[in-house]
């Protein structure tokens, strides 16, 4: 009975060999083949299957195309970044040389500007260059690199294209200290170039702020008038620019009026400065004769002192 159901199992079990099948089956893709291309019958079935299967491809694309996002989000960052800084360090090189640039445009200025002045001058002048400041704050001194050796003495003015700069107070032998208008101990002798008033305007301290003094409340000055040194102390060659006048306070409760001037120069922007020479000397001051009474005073003075 098992041999009989084992035979018949193999009967029914029986079909075509596998080399038949794929003869079969090849013959039939090669018709498909030629069907497809010949009669475009299978075009509608390709579009269907295609649109049904596009979800997949696409959900195993989509790790790959993820990777390559996220791969180039990060190259394309990290090229920026340094692209950024680079730009940032050329912009601050090209800044510097501008400043660069700007100083030496603005230097050449001033030097045509003192070159003008020397042309047309009346006296003699000589360049020199700041080297040092003062150390002090409270005091408006620089230091010029021409000295004894370049016959440099003290007691000549200095000044710039627009005006007074100050006074060389101290010689050295390559070096020269030089006082400005604004220091608090100075004073130039001026005259108002409106009315001809002559004056003497002093030094506040501050660099960009003078006084006109000891003027009376009615005084004809008025705000913008300029002032110019009068000359008459044998330092300063006449009609200098020196300040203009920024503010005038009277009050009647004070015999005089508080006058504040803006010094011309640029007493704390320029380098370069004139120092000036060949001004014809004045001829000294005559001595006063002493009268009776005075030299009594000064006798019983001395006959005190002595006591």
Sequence with gaps: MALEDTRSLRFFNRGPSPVARLVFFSVLSLLLLFVD???RYLESTRQVIAVIIYPFQRLTALPGEMWEGVTSFVSLQSHLIAENEQLHQQHDADSAQ?????TVLNENAQLRALLEVKQRAEYTVQAAQIVYLERDIFKRKLFIDAGEQHGVQAGRAVMDNSGVVGQVTRTY???SEVTLVTDKNNVVPVQVVRTGLRAA???SGN???????YQPVDVDIQVGDELVTSGMDGTYPPALPVARV???ERDPAYPFARIVCTPLAGVDRHRILLIVSGVPALPPRPVAEETPEERQRIQRSGRRGGA
């Design 201 to 203: 305007v002093f030094g």
């Design 37 to 39: 291309a010949r009669y």
């Design 98 to 102: 501008l400043r660069q640039m700007e």
């Design 207 to 213: 660099i960009n702020e003078m006084e006109l003094r």
């Design 173 to 175: 032998p390559w070096l």
């Design 246 to 248: 920024a503010r005038v």
